[in-house]
């Protein structure tokens, strides 16, 4: 029963180039939507969040974007950089419950 | 700042051997969670605990038991480890809405 899924197991982007990141939901009952980034042999990081009566939330180069009605959300990072190759995680929450994670974006930025 | 501490941080278990994976946080949050990780799987939730004295079950509990200590320390036990439980295992706590994240476990079963 996966509820959430992120189904781009990798990207490949430019150095300055836009990298978006997909993730799509089923349960509508989620309110609460988060990014972690994660490095090899460490554990993941928070990046980003969104609550579910937004659909937009901007943090430097980071930005969410959350569409309810296709129950999609995309991470927006421009300009890439090299530092940001990394496995993306989307994870999704129901209240008072826990996060729920995508299997993982592995993004690639290139000089 | 230590944040969230688990240990070991790599094991090798022989099939129907048991250990304890260790957890403690550092920053008095109520919730803290065993995920695993998998190739092309994700993060999934082992047990996570609301608060102190309780523990509740997750997506994948089988063959794993939980002990929440106290505030700080949540404890994760394989009982007789099986292959199928080669993992990197993550402890994590939160406070509110985002989670913080030990270093991991990468544990294998031969």
């Known amino acids: 029963d996966q509820q959430v899924k992120q189904n781009s197991p990798s990207l490949s982007v430019q150095e300055g180039r836009i990298s978006i990141l997909n993730c799509d939901y089923t349960?509508?009952?989620?309110?609460?939507f988060l990014w972690y980034k994660k490095y090899p042999a460490e554990g993941p990081t928070f990046l980003i969040s969104?609550?579910?009566?937004?659909d937009k939330n901007e943090d430097g180069r980071f930005t969410v974007f959350l569409n309810k009605s296709a129950k999609h959300l995309s991470l927006h990072i421009v300009p890439s950089q090299p530092g940001d190759s990394a496995v993306y995680f989307c994870?999704?929450?129901?209240?008072?419950?826990?996060?729920?994670f995508g299997a993982g974006t592995r993004l690639t930025v290139k000089p | 700042n230590a944040g969230v501490t688990q240990t070991p941080k790599f094991q090798v278990l022989k099939t129907g051997q048991s250990m304890t994976l260790q957890c403690a946080q550092d920053?008095?949050?109520?919730?803290m969670y065993w995920y695993r990780q998998d190739p092309g799987m994700g993060l999934r939730l082992i047990y996570y605990?609301?608060?102190?004295?309780?523990?509740d079950k997750g997506e994948v509990p089988n063959g794993y038991n939980v002990s929440r200590l106290n505030k700080r320390e949540f404890s994760l036990r394989l009982e007789s480890a099986a292959p199928s439980q080669t993992s990197v295992y993550f402890c994590?706590?939160?406070?509110?809405?985002?989670?913080?994240f030990g270093q991991g476990t990468r544990l294998t079963v031969v």
């Open positions: 994590a706590s939160r406070p509110d809405t985002e989670a913080f």
């Open positions: 920053m008095n949050h109520n919730s």
């Open positions: 349960n509508s009952m989620f309110d609460y």
């Open positions: 969104i609550s579910s009566i937004k």
């Open positions: 605990s609301a608060s102190e004295g309780t523990t």
């Open positions: 994870a999704a929450r129901r209240p008072y419950l826990y996060m729920r």
